[in-house]
T-cell receptor, first 113, second 110 residues
């Protein structure tokens, strides 16, 4: 597609529930990033893929967070046993190799109740 | 480590007023600097960027100059419009990652 597509747009989860957030990057984009944006804050880095390889996952806040990109295109961010502090907007971004033209999706707003 | 500091908002201006949003950074090495804008309910959009010292980024009437001596990348616009109301994020890029500031909310009143 023309842009980075994220789904669902909104997700309400009960505490303890598992959730899966999807990112469809721009076709052909090699690099894919996930960011977490808490209310009133700037985005914070979670993890980075180059093709299917997860090269950096240093930003994942706990072992309840897991991301994958098995075929080097679509990526899924999974959060197990959600907690209230996981409530945030989760942003995905992609770029072509060596290009600063990162394109961000509109994000998934996760609310844990 | 790398970090970005922005002036706290919200900033409220009348239409056609002059805008400055201050941004300073701390970085090891020589990062690239960016301003992103986030309109309500939307994702981040790249506004402008500068990849080395003394470069000036510009777009849609906004400008920012990469000042290595003051480690700053202040955003300016000579005459703001109501449609410029949004949250503005200063960011640095080093290696493979972005580090964002906390954002500054701008409200422009007609």
């Amino acid at each position: 597609g023309a842009g980075v597509s994220q789904s669902p747009r909104y997700k309400v989860a009960k505490r303890g529930q598992d959730v899966a957030l999807r990112c469809d990057p721009i076709s052909g984009h090699v690099s894919l990033f996930w960011y977490q944006q808490a209310l009133g804050q700037g985005p914070e880095f979670l993890t980075y893929f180059q093709n299917e390889a997860q090269l950096d996952k240093s930003g994942l806040p706990s072992d309840r967070f897991f991301a994958e990109r098995p075929e080097g295109s679509v990526s899924t961010l999974k959060i197990q046993r959600t907690q209230q502090e996981d409530s945030a907007v989760y942003l995905c971004a992609s770029s072509a190799r060596g290009d600063y033209g990162y394109t961000f999706g509109s994000g998934t707003r996760l609310t844990v109740v | 480590g790398n970090s970005v500091t922005q002036m706290e908002g919200p900033v409220t201006l009348s239409e056609e007023a002059f805008l400055t949003i201050n941004c300073t950074y701390t970085a090891t090495g020589y990062p690239s600097l960016f301003w992103y804008v986030q309109y309500p309910g939307e994702g981040l959009q790249l506004l402008l960027k500068a990849t080395k010292a003394d470069d000036k980024g510009s777009n849609k009437g906004f400008e920012a100059t990469y000042r290595k001596e003051t480690t700053s990348f202040h955003l300016e616009k000579g005459s703001v419009q109501v449609s410029d109301s949004a949250v503005y994020f200063c960011a640095l890029h080093y290696g493979q990652n972005f580090v964002f500031g906390p954002g500054t909310r701008l409200s422009v009143l007609p």
